[in-house]
């Protein structure tokens, strides 16, 4: 690792509120952290190594707070029966999909992702995995990819009902022993939050379960909340309650808990996830894609829910999914200037919040003390780049540039737009396309 890297000549967007564009200041990384932000002539020497970054602009690596990195073997497979409710496209797809995962499809799909997500600048990521045949150690298999690639990662199993006593308890127990795991390591590129799949697949008596391990190890809990209207309904019908109002009668909602999605949430429910300070994982695309509706990104905000930006596996590019968040919260509040800051605090505001509070340090902002993750994207603005009109250039302008230079606690991954870790690309790709094959063969 580069002890001591000095990056200069860039233009520095901070994130964060405000938003600030910073010209004529070098950043200094020292041991993983941003140890000062000021003119290159200020900053001594020797470093180790030094960026030029003119003609590009310098920000935090973007964060993921909600992913599913084992669904990328997934791509092409054409063989699912069509499917018309969002119950089909898990009975079909997904369910079908995650039955057949063994830890080598586990390991290999994370990796690939992740190489992604270097590339397109995505330095943290949230991820929610399923491998109900191939449970125990399949935590481990991921952080052995996401040590290997250099990124940070928050991990969860995400347990259900649906395969039986015995699967239930194998998932919650791979959620508390690397729960467990993340805590004796203290591995600042590895975090666990304890995977629930979804009320509707979750007895009481496992929900209590889960709450009181989750307590025992000290993790909030990573769960799909409202995702589709089915839920609401299977919830109210069995057992009276609004997925929402159960996950919060079982004290599974608070301020280190993730809940995915919240598309069909009343305004109950809303003040529930508030008042617990529950962060809400936003997700366009998904929610596009599976037609179950997008959540009132507007209304949650307004009543004092911080809402996040996840992909759900539908991308591993950030600026892509908030691009897509804003078009999608214009047609769903039906105006098409609505929304604004609402969306891009998902982004630059909101996901950097709940990741220092996974992590326990700032990271995803430019600040002096924070992690050193950090993205260089090659950008001449066109027009003025300051502080008033820098979301705007975020959303229009640089989602549409090409990130050359990715760091991660310091470590440089990704330089001159070339992967810098030693890992062959090619052969990682030809070794997922076979477990993919024989993936699809027993699908
Ligand atoms: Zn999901």
């Known amino acids: 690792m580069t002890s001591r890297l000095l990056i200069h000549s860039g233009t520095l967007i901070t994130f ?141 199993y995400e347990v259900s009902d649906r395969d039986g006593a015995a699967i239930t308890t194998e998932g919650l127990e791979e959620n508390a022993r690397f729960a467990r795991r993340c805590q004796a390591e203290q591995d600042p590129q590895l975090r666990a939050l304890f995977g629930l799949h979804a009320a509707f697949t979750l007895s009481d008596a496992t929900l209590e379960r889960a709450a009181a391990l989750g307590r025992e190890v000290g993790t909030g809990f990573h769960v799909h909340v409202a995702e589709a209207a089915s839920d609401v309904a299977v919830n109210l019908e069995q057992y009276g309650l609004t997925p929402t109002a159960r996950l919060h009668a079982h004290g599974l909602l608070g301020p280190n808990s993730i809940a995915a999605h919240a598309v069909h949430v009343t305004d109950a429910d809303i003040d529930l996830l508030a008042a617990t300070d529950t962060f809400v994982a936003h997700n366009p695309q998904s929610n596009q894609n599976n037609a179950v509706g997008i959540a009132d990104v507007v209304k949650l905000a307004a009543r004092g829910v911080r809402v996040g930006l996840g992909t759900d596996a539908m991308t591993v590019n950030m600026l892509e999914e908030i691009r897509m968040a804003m078009w999608a919260q214009h047609l769903r509040q039906n105006h098409p200037s609505c929304a604004f800051m609402e969306v891009a605090n998902t982004l630059f505001v909101r996901n950097p919040e709940q990741a220092a509070r ?72 030809a070794k997922s396309r076979e477990l993919a094959t024989r993936l699809w063969e027993r699908f």
């Open 16 to 156: 964060g509120t405000p938003c600030r564009v910073l010209e004529g200041m070098a950043l200094l990384v020292e041991d993983g952290r941003i140890a000062r932000i000021a003119p290159k002539e200020t900053i001594p020497g020797p470093f180790d190594k030094v960026i030029d970054a003119r003609g590009q602009v310098v920000m935090p690596g973007l964060l993921n707070a909600h992913m599913h990195f084992y669904s990328t073997l997934v791509r092409g497979l054409g063989k699912m029966t069509p499917s018309a409710t969002f119950q089909e496209v898990l009975d079909n797809l997904w369910w079908r999909l995650d039955r057949q995962l063994t830890l080598d499809d586990v390991e290999v799909s994370a990796q690939v992702v992740l190489l992604d997500a270097i590339r397109k600048g995505t330095t943290t990521l949230v991820d929610h995995h399923a491998s109900p045949f191939a449970i125990t150690g399949s935590l481990d298999r991921i952080a052995q990819a996401v040590q290997a690639t250099g990124v940070r990662a928050c991990l969860c």
């Open 358 to 429: 996974l992590w326990g340090f700032p990271l995803g902002t430019l600040a002096e003390g924070a992690a050193a993750d950090i993205i260089l994207v090659d950008y001449h603005a066109p027009t003025p780049l300051n502080s008033d009109t820098v979301l705007g250039h975020l959303l229009f302008g640089i989602s549409q540039a090409t990130v050359d230079t990715t760091i991660c606690a310091g470590r440089v991954l990704l330089e001159g737009k070339r992967l810098t870790i030693a890992v062959d690309e090619a052969a990682l790709a």
